[in-house]
């Protein structure tokens, strides 16, 4: 299974556009090669790289996305997908796009697509641990896209 996108190329750097100094449309995406038992996928963006003073477990969930439907072959906005978007860590339900400190170095943004063997049943207010916790025993595959983003 492959994730992509037309935006950047793994392990680059994500457009401006796409991030809080943009207009912060969300990174569109692409999927191929998706497993034929698939019965929903899900996506979670994730950024490991927060400083610790800032939050302790140094994680910011900038979009979880589940229940997309298994023939859905690309993402290209907010609303261009059917699924359910569940909580970031900001506590809302849409793409919040990369915001690093300041001066805080490059931040890893992962895109994380799971193929499942089911559809999950889990509130819109569940977030990224929920729905790994709920992927258990699901994913029959896992591709992962990973870009970077740096303010001065």
Do not use: C
């Amino acid at each position: 299974m492959r994730i992509e996108s037309p935006s950047f190329k793994d392990g680059d750097w994500i457009p401006v556009e796409h991030s809080i100094d943009g207009t912060e449309t969300p990174v569109p995406l692409t999927f191929d090669d998706v497993p034929e038992a698939t019965a929903s996928l899900a996506l979670v963006v994730h950024d490991p790289d927060v400083p610790k003073d800032r939050r302790p477990d140094g994680n910011f969930d900038h979009w979880v996305v589940w229940n997309i439907p298994a023939d859905q072959r690309h993402i290209s906005g907010d609303d261009d997908h059917a699924g359910v978007v569940g909580q970031t860590t900001r506590g809302t339900n849409t793409w919040i796009g990369p915001a690093p400190p300041p001066g805080d170095g490059p931040h890893r943004y992962y895109f994380t697509l799971y193929a499942l063997d089911t559809e999950l049943d889990l509130a819109p207010t569940a977030g990224r641990e929920e729905l790994e916790e709920a992927l258990s025993g699901h994913v029959l595959d896992r591709a992962v896209l990973m870009g970077r983003f740096q303010r001065e």
